[in-house]
Every structure is written in C-alpha cells, then in structure tokens.
C-alpha cells in the first residue's frame, strides 16, 4: 500500500518552460490537492478536485493548470515556469465528501526550483 | 473563506516540559480541525484531529482542545522529547471539504 505518489521529487527549470507534477494513490480517496510549501507561508492550497471529475481553484492557481484524469490520478501543470514558482509542491488526498471531511495523506513532495 | 492563524511562529522548550501551540479560525462553520507534524525534509503527518462536537481530545502526550464559541483550539504536547522538535501545522475544513492551514510552528525541544 504505497499511498500518495508523487513524482519527480526534484526538478530544476528554466523560466518559461513546462513541465507536469504527477500524483497517484491507491485509497480509493475521493478528493485530491495540490498545496505548495514555501518558507514561512505554511502550505497554500493551489487547486484541489472535490471527486472526479471535477477540479477547482484554490488560494493560489495563477499559473497553474490542473487535471485529475481518473479517481486515482491529479495533475499539475505549469505551462511557462516562473522563478516565482520555486518551492515544494505537495500532493494530497483524503475520502471527504459529501457525507463528511477527513484528514489529509500527503505525498512525499517535489522540489522545484525555477531559474 | 477561511483563515487560521497560529501562534507561536517558533516554541523552545527544555525536554520535560510542556509545549501549547495555539489557533484561531474565523469561519464559524469549521467543524473538523486536524494537526500535523512536519519534520525536516519530510511530508505533513496527520498526529491528531478533533471535531466540533467534542471539546477535548487525547492521543497518548498529545491532547487537542476546542472552544468553538472563542473559535480557537489548541495543541498541548507533554514530557516533550527531542523526537518531538518539529513544524507543527493546525488546520480547519472550509467550504468543498478542503482544509486550510496556519503559518506553522517550529518546535525544538533541547535535551
């Protein structure tokens, strides 16, 4: 039981290119996140995907797009990388849904650094 | 929407002693409000939740408390040990059953 897996772990960009964060858990959770983690801000929730199918903005989606392609499966995607965007970015899920909210399992992480 | 703000931003505590790490919350709707522990270079770990209709909670040394009516709730962690020198998240569930989180607390426990 492997639980939230994300992938890369750590990768460095040059700004304006693009790149896809992977996300997979084997729960059966109904809902997906996409937090990022900087130094002193705590973890700000980008987009999130309440069940499949559906996906919605968070605090910060501004050069962010997301798709959560199956129950198991969210992605992120950055389509022109900006300095801006270093950080750690954390994939989460949890079985809330309409009948209740739960707790978060995160992922591991990916470092991302921008230049 | 929601905001959680969490106090202090770092604790010091000499091993043994007490640790409280305190939130508030200004959507009087919140009803769950989960803690985590992130340590360096890890992932968030969920350590203990509580829910509206409960005021207190215990896990072993670590106890949460509610008062829904001020809109804090609190960490307290006991006979700390260096195991538990950390970041410590709060957090409370807004509308579409997504949690948003406090600033964060680093706690060092000093042997």
């Known amino acids: 039981n492997a639980g939230v897996t994300q992938t890369p772990k750590f990768q460095v960009l040059k700004t304006g290119q693009s790149m896809t964060l992977q996300c997979a858990q084997d729960?059966?959770?109904?809902?997906m996140y996409w937090y990022r983690q900087d130094p002193g801000m705590g973890l700000r929730l980008i987009y999130y995907?309440?069940?499949?199918?559906?996906?919605d903005k968070g605090e910060v989606p501004n050069g962010y797009n997301v798709s959560r392609l199956n129950k198991r499966e969210f992605s992120l995607r950055l389509e022109s990388a900006a300095p801006s965007q270093t950080s750690v970015y954390f994939c989460?899920?949890?079985?809330?849904?309409?009948?209740?909210?739960?707790?978060?399992?995160f992922g591991s992480g990916t470092r991302l650094t921008v230049v | 929407g929601e905001n959680v703000e969490q106090h202090p931003s770092t604790l010091s505590v000499q091993e043994g002693d007490s640790a409280v790490i305190k939130c508030t919350y200004s959507?009087?709707?919140?009803?769950?409000f989960p803690w985590y522990k992130q340590e360096l270079g890890k992932r968030p770990q969920l350590i203990i939740d509580?829910?509206?209709?409960?005021g207190e909670k215990k896990d072993q040394r670590i106890a949460v408390t509610l008062n829904k009516t001020a809109k804090h709730f609190s960490l307290h962690i006991t006979e700390t040990q260096p195991e538990d020198s950390a970041v410590y998240f709060c957090a409370a569930n807004a509308a579409g059953n997504k949690l948003t989180f406090g600033g964060g607390t680093r706690v060092l426990v000093k042997p």
């Open positions: 995907s309440a069940s499949e199918g559906t996906t």
């Open positions: 959507d009087s709707a919140s009803n769950y």
């Open positions: 989460a899920s949890s079985p809330s849904s309409g009948q209740g909210v739960w707790g978060y399992t």
């Open positions: 509580i829910r509206s209709n409960v």
């Open positions: 729960m059966n959770h109904n809902s």
